[in-house]
């Protein structure tokens, strides 16, 4: 099973929708979680940390449920410029190694 | 200027040469690593160095050699290239300060084809 998984989508959705992605982990010793973002054939750049309480960004938020190993992220009212690739990072306690989903496409049409 | 310089950006090249990416850094920090990303497999961790004198393997080592010759440069050796190395490498860096500092910074990827 590989240690973080995400649904690979790609998740098409209409401008001014609202769409949720989540990402799964099986090591329960991780400690520090992370959204990235990936333009197509560009550097992937942070998104957002998540934080224990859950944190919001304008239009993104991100949620951690510790007990089930999960993390999400909630875009609301999608815009053209929010399509690419939302990667989901996970850190173990004692590593500085940040571990990569393989990421989920979103796609927002007009 | 990028915090993170990737040099080629673009390369080809043919089976059995050496070929060597480099990556330099000026956010001052201590902890590099080199990643292959091909198509949905994600991002795979190939080397990673958190000092001058530290070289750690990674997930997919096989092939590959690293060398750290100071703190802001990291670089990446292929000793005998192959077709299934044909991928986009991204170094990337951590190490800041505060609650965050495990974020990674990334170049802006080299592209390598072999032929």
């Known amino acids: 099973r590989k240690e973080v998984e995400q649904d690979p989508g790609p998740f098409n959705v209409p401008e001014g929708a609202t769409v949720a992605f989540n990402c799964t982990y099986s090591?329960?010793?991780?400690?520090?979680f992370f959204w990235y973002r990936q333009d197509c054939r560009k550097e992937p750049k942070l998104l957002m940390s998540?934080?224990?309480s859950g944190n919001e960004d304008g239009r993104f938020t991100a949620q951690l449920n510790r007990a089930s190993q999960y993390i999400s992220l909630l875009i609301r009212d999608s815009k053209l410029s929010d399509s690419a690739t939302y990667l989901c990072?996970?850190?173990?306690?004692?590593?500085?190694?940040?571990?990569f989903g393989r990421g989920t496409s979103l796609i927002v049409h007009p | 200027d990028a915090d993170v310089t990737q040099t080629p950006r673009n390369r080809i090249t043919k089976t059995g040469k050496r070929i060597m990416l480099e990556c330099s850094q000026t956010?001052?920090?201590?902890?590099m690593y080199w990643y292959r990303q091909d198509p949905g497999l994600g991002l795979r961790l190939i080397y990673y160095?958190?000092?001058?004198?530290?070289?750690n393997k990674g997930e997919i080592s096989d092939g590959y050699s690293v060398s750290r010759q100071a703190q802001a440069k990291f670089s990446l050796s292929l000793e005998s290239a192959i077709p299934n190395q044909t991928a986009l490498y991204f170094c990337?860096?951590?190490?800041?300060?505060?609650?965050?500092?495990?974020?990674?910074?990334f170049g802006q990827g080299t592209r390598l084809t072999v032929v």
């Open positions: 090591n329960s010793a991780s400690q520090s």
């Open positions: 998540v934080y224990s």
């Open positions: 160095s958190f000092d001058v004198k530290d070289i």
């Open positions: 990072v996970v850190r173990t306690g004692g590593s500085y190694i940040p571990t």
């Open positions: 990337a860096t951590s190490g800041g300060q505060g609650a965050d500092d495990t974020e990674a910074f």
């Open positions: 956010k001052g920090h201590d902890r």
